[in-house]
């Protein structure tokens, strides 16, 4: 018998914040209006948001986000290595890319809170 194996995502999600907060130039502002794009327009406007207005950052946190939605998703998100082109992949699932979204929204929160924690827990 085949047993399956569980995967817990917000345990995941967690570990992607705690890789984006540690990205050298990470700040509290850019992962909060990275929030409010990928909420509002979705994950391919968020990655083109960060590539655009944050583009010392772009690269690690592109990269660390294409990660681990090929680890969640596996081939659907196909075999590009560029965010964007994973989100387009994705697409072609409404499903999916709905997923991807909440999985990455929770992610950033993550993120914040990593982040909180690193500078003592200010404000």
Known sequence: MNQVQMVNLDIQCAELGRMLAQIDGMEEKMLN?????LEEQGPYAMFLFVKARHGK?????????????????GTKAGDAKDALE??????????????????L?????????????KEGGSS
């Open 105 to 117: 929204r929770t992610a950033l929160a993550y993120a914040r809170y990593h982040l909180k924690a």
């Open 57 to 73: 950052i772009a690269t690690p946190f592109g990269d660390q986000c294409t990660g681990f939605l090929k680890g969640m998703f």
């Open 86 to 103: 994973v989100v387009k992949k994705l697409a072609e699932s409404l499903d999916d890319l709905l997923s991807a979204r909440d999985l």
């Open 33 to 37: 209006a990275a929030l409010t794009v």
